[in-house]
């Protein structure tokens, strides 16, 4: 990798323009091109130029890939290790992210090739991987499936177990009870037996839900607890 020669418009793009303002007598309104990334033919010619396009390559040189990093430039774009050790996706993902912080310029090749710097050179953009996949001509990574909703604090809702719990009663229901109350900072153990912290809660529920505040818990504050507004 050594400094890139500054590219340009051609003489001959250029006199084209003027002939199209000429002939067709309207205005060229000038506007930059639209943000894109160097193809991946481009990038394709420079690892042939580079490196005959093997990524695992070390000459002994210092400079290392398909890309001819070296270990400072390489690292300097966060990369680790070795980039000859490094996987072509890693590479491509390096590759890329020096381009958008330098252009081509790092490179001898793309002088030689006659590359020239688009709108993304330069702009220290990180790019991410699935962004730089199109380099090696790897498809982009699967979409993941969208993420199921996490159950309720405490599990999902049981079923009414069809007894009214009162103080002093102990019962695995109970538990599933004080651990949904959880959800809602009361900070049970879960030991299923109804005593003043369960009583609490219980109470809590009813107040905020317009249920009857008995104290017991019966079927409308089971449900609450699951379905309802919680305490606050």
């Known amino acids: 990798m050594t400094k890139l020669r500054r590219g340009g418009v051609t003489r001959g793009v250029a006199r084209l323009l003027l002939l199209a303002v000429g002939v067709l007598g309207i205005q060229i309104a000038v506007s930059t091109p639209a943000s894109a990334d160097p193809s991946a033919g481009l990038w394709a010619k420079l690892r042939m130029c580079e490196s ?8 002994g040189n210092g400079y290392f890939g398909a890309y001819q990093f070296n270990l400072a430039t390489w690292r300097s774009v966060g990369g680790g290790g070795r980039p000859d050790q490094a ?18 310029q790092p490179w001898e090749c793309a002088g030689k090739l006659g590359f020239s710097n688009d709108r993304d050179a330069r702009t220290k953009r990180m790019p991410t991987y699935t962004e730089s996949a199109y380099i090696g001509g790897r498809p982009l990574p699967p979409v993941p499936p969208a993420p199921k909703p996490p159950a309720p604090p405490g599990g999902p809702k049981p079923a009414w177990p069809g007894v009214v719990y009162a103080y002093g009663d102990c019962a695995p229901a109970l538990k599933a009870f004080q651990l949904r109350m959880n959800a809602f900072g009361y900070g049970f153990s879960g030991t299923g037996c109804y005593y003043e912290k369960t009583k609490t809660a219980v109470l809590d529920l009813q107040r905020v839900n317009g249920i009857n505040d008995s104290g017991r818990l019966g079927p409308k504050t089971w449900k609450a607890a699951w379905d309802g507004k919680p305490p606050r």
């Not at 005959?52 to 000459?59: A, D, E, F, K």
């Not at 996987?87 to 252009?103: C, I, V």
């Open 52 to 59: 005959s396009g093997r990524y695992n390559i070390n000459t």
């Open 87 to 104: 996987s072509p996706a890693e590479q491509d993902f390096r590759a890329l992210y020096l381009y958008r912080m330098r252009g081509w």
